[in-house]
């Protein structure tokens, strides 16, 4: 069956340490993977993809079939990227129905 | 640009009644998906719409229902509400099939 699965529901840094928000999948076919986010009284919000292979405010991922891993890293936290992060499968040939992760709520301390 | 806009915000009902719940996609979106958040859980797939077809399934029983209109806004019904049905309801809107949603700002349900 198709999972995602966020062991840490709370991971808590200092500003200025290096973060990683970890996600793992079960998947039988191709996945697509995501990184959403929601900060304090704000939406749901993409973060990045990994078919973008981009870094969005600093944070990455990488997609590693052998480990099914999508983990979210970033090298020096800051305060305001407080928030909760879910990480979302896309199940292929069928767009738009993702299953999400638990979720981690990082804090990042001053 | 127009974002993806939920009514209403709050509601509270009994166990038994009806529900209905709105939402307003993007600007140019034609699919429409509703989530359902429990609390301290991640979002949970009910169903999607496209075109005012529904475009599949989560794990849901059959008093969960939807309508899509022609302008691409859409409706979730829950009837027979249950206590376990308290919970905030996410809707999501894309254009075709992508995994790139955007998110109202939910509707939270609470059942007693």
């Known amino acids: 069956a198709q999972r995602v699965t966020q062991p840490e529901k709370l991971l808590s840094v200092f500003k200025g340490a290096p973060v990683e928000l970890k996600c793992n999948y079960s998947?039988?076919?191709?996945?697509?993977l995501f990184w959403y986010v929601q900060y304090s009284r704000q939406r749901l919000q993409l973060l990045l993809r990994?078919?973008s292979r981009e870094s969005i405010k600093g944070f990455t991922a990488d997609l590693n079939k052998g480990e099914t891993s999508f983990h979210l890293k970033k090298p020096f936290a800051q305060e305001e990227d407080s928030a909760m992060y879910y990480c979302a499968l896309n199940q292929y040939n069928q767009g738009g129905k993702l299953i999400f992760g638990q979720g981690t709520e990082l804090s990042v301390k001053p | 640009e127009t974002g993806v806009t939920q009514s209403p915000t709050h509601l509270i009902k009994t166990r038994g009644q009806q529900v209905t719940l709105r939402c307003s996609s993007q600007s140019g979106h034609n699919t429409v998906s509703w989530y359902q958040q429990a609390l301290g859980q991640g979002p949970q797939f009910i169903f999607q719409?496209?075109?005012?077809?529904?475009?599949g399934r989560g794990n849901f029983p059959p008093r969960f229902s939807g309508l899509q209109f022609p302008n691409y806004s859409s409706e979730l019904n829950v009837n027979a509400l249950e206590l376990d049905d308290s919970a905030l309801y996410l809707c999501?809107?894309?254009?075709?099939?992508?995994?790139?949603?955007?998110f109202g700002e939910g509707s939270r349900l609470t059942v007693l």
């Open positions: 990994h078919i």
């Open positions: 999501a809107s894309s254009l075709d099939f992508t995994g790139e949603l955007f």
């Open positions: 998947y039988s076919g191709s996945p697509e």
């Open positions: 719409y496209y075109r005012e077809e529904e475009n």
